[in-house]
């Protein structure tokens, strides 16, 4: 049974940083594009940020240019999300997610098939 697992959330203050991982058993991690969604109360599941397969191509949706950075250990079946410089907007559950195996680079929820339950980042003003 594919389990996917976030970790690492919290409660931080606006400039503060946390390290989300993402834990995925019983999939070839390998041959899928990871995300991490979020979804703000009361908005829709977006993209953050996803990785393709090699880590050569990576995709950051733009409130999170150049504070977060996404990364990969293909070895370890482990996702990770550093974020830097937190605001309270980035406030939100946030969601690893596996892509079908050989799937199409693109950050969009529709793009993926396996989905962790999420793990909730909050940042104090």
């Known amino acids: 049974q594919v389990q996917v697992v976030e970790s690492g959330g919290g409660l931080v203050p606006s400039g503060g940083s946390l390290r989300l991982s993402c834990a995925a058993s019983?999939?070839?991690?390998?041959?899928?594009?990871m995300g991490w969604f979020h979804q703000p109360p009361g908005k829709k599941r977006e993209g953050v940020s996803c990785?393709?397969?090699?880590?050569?191509?990576?995709y950051y949706g733009n409130s999170v240019k150049g504070r977060f950075t996404i990364s990969r250990d293909n070895a370890k079946n482990t996702l990770y999300l550093e974020m830097n410089s937190l605001k309270p907007e980035d406030t939100a559950m946030y969601y690893c997610?596996?892509?079908?195996?050989?799937?199409?680079?693109?950050?969009?929820?529709?793009?993926?098939?396996?989905w962790g339950q999420g793990t909730r980042v909050t940042v104090s003003s």
């Open positions: 990785i393709s397969s090699a880590s050569d191509i990576t």
């Open positions: 019983e999939l070839t991690f390998g041959d899928r594009i």
């Open positions: 997610a596996a892509s079908p195996k050989y799937g199409e680079f693109g950050c969009h929820p529709e793009n993926f098939d396996f």
